[in-house]
């Protein structure tokens, strides 16, 4: 079956990267699949891209995925990248396509959930007691949206946290972070039409941010919401922070959304630490997610 590859034009340009995009369809124009590679721009990923693609149930096995990939991966080297990574469940269709297509396993996530709608009153008073235990040294804040001016510096700095959270072999890069960046970040979440909150954990003796849990809710404030990431800066680490700042975060979604009826999070399963945290506040395994990596 002959097939046409068309590059479209994506408007989606932000600070951080670009995207590139393909159509696969037939000789009647009929769309048999697409691909969107995310090209990296920000110091310290400027050698990657990430990979996304999609071919319809009905043309799989014949080289529609194939075409896309290879149109993907020539543009990548055209722009000098090193590495180009992509995700899919495991056991699907597309685990096995990029096993078989030259990507080696870099990493496995674990996605789990806590449902929200199902919590009993013994389940919500613990995690309300892990709220209200005092941490000496340290209080809680937190607030919707974009990080208040005061606050944006010492949270851009604590991004760092994430440096040396557990990739295993992914050449994800440092990701460097500014306010200029932090505030793309909460600008780009809210021209979805999401929810964005953020606790974080504040050091008493100079008011900086010592660790962060971000949150992601639908606009209508039903479903699922998402954890994007919690982390602790290594010189606070030990003290409980990230159970502490984790728990906030379900208090205010049942608090603040209560029509919400889960949170799901995603680690990877070398992160044996907030695993625990993670089956400690009741969160429930759903499926493994796979990393791949191409090496160009």
């Given amino acids: 079956m002959p097939i046409r590859i068309t590059a479209l034009a994506d408007p989606d340009r932000t600070s951080s990267g670009y995207r590139l995009a393909w159509l696969a369809s037939g000789d009647d124009?009929?769309?048999?699949?697409?691909?969107?590679?995310?090209?990296?721009?920000?110091?310290?990923?400027?050698?990657?891209a990430e990979l996304q693609l999609n071919v319809h149930t009905a043309e799989r096995r014949r080289r529609v995925g194939s075409r896309l990939l290879e149109t993907a991966v020539a543009a990548a080297r055209e722009v000098g990248r090193r590495s180009v990574v992509a995700q899919a469940d495991a056991g699907t269709p597309g685990d096995r396509f990029l096993a078989a297509s030259g990507f080696r396993k870099v990493l496995t996530l674990t996605y789990a959930r806590l449902a929200l709608d199902e919590l009993d009153s013994s389940k919500v008073e613990e995690i309300h007691a892990i709220v209200e235990r005092p941490h000496p040294g340290y209080r809680l804040a937190s607030w919707r949206g974009t990080v208040p001016e005061e606050l944006a510096?010492?949270?851009?700095?604590s991004r760092r946290a994430m440096d040396d959270m557990p990739m295993d072999d992914t050449d994800y890069g440092v990701v460097a972070w500014d306010v200029?960046?932090?505030?793309?970040?909460?600008?780009?979440?809210?021209?979805?039409?999401?929810l964005l909150t953020t606790v974080v954990?504040?050091?008493?003796?100079?008011?900086?941010?010592a660790g962060f849990s971000e949150l992601v809710v639908?606009?209508?404030?039903?479903?699922?919401?998402?954890?994007y990431g919690t982390g602790v800066l290594p010189e606070h680490r030990g003290h409980g922070l990230g159970r502490w700042m984790?728990?906030?975060?379900?208090?205010?979604?049942?608090?603040?959304?209560?029509?919400l009826t889960g949170l799901?999070?995603?680690?990877?399963?070398?992160?044996?630490?907030?695993?625990?945290?993670?089956?400690?506040?009741?969160?429930v395994p759903t499926h493994k997610a796979l990393e791949y990596q191409l090496d160009l």
């Fill in 29 to 48: 124009g009929e769309p048999l699949g697409s691909a969107f590679l995310r090209v990296f721009t920000r110091e310290g990923q400027e050698h990657l």
């Fill in 153 to 157: 510096k010492t949270f851009a700095d």
């Fill in 180 to 194: 200029e960046r932090v505030l793309a970040a909460a600008k780009a979440i809210a021209d979805r039409g999401e």
């Fill in 201 to 209: 954990a504040v050091d008493e003796s100079d008011g900086s941010i």
């Fill in 218 to 227: 639908p606009g209508n404030g039903k479903g699922d919401g998402l954890h």
């Fill in 246 to 259: 984790k728990a906030e975060s379900i208090r205010l979604a049942r608090t603040n959304h209560p029509e």
């Fill in 264 to 283: 799901v999070t995603d680690t990877a399963d070398s992160n044996t630490h907030m695993r625990r945290i993670n089956d400690a506040l009741g969160y």
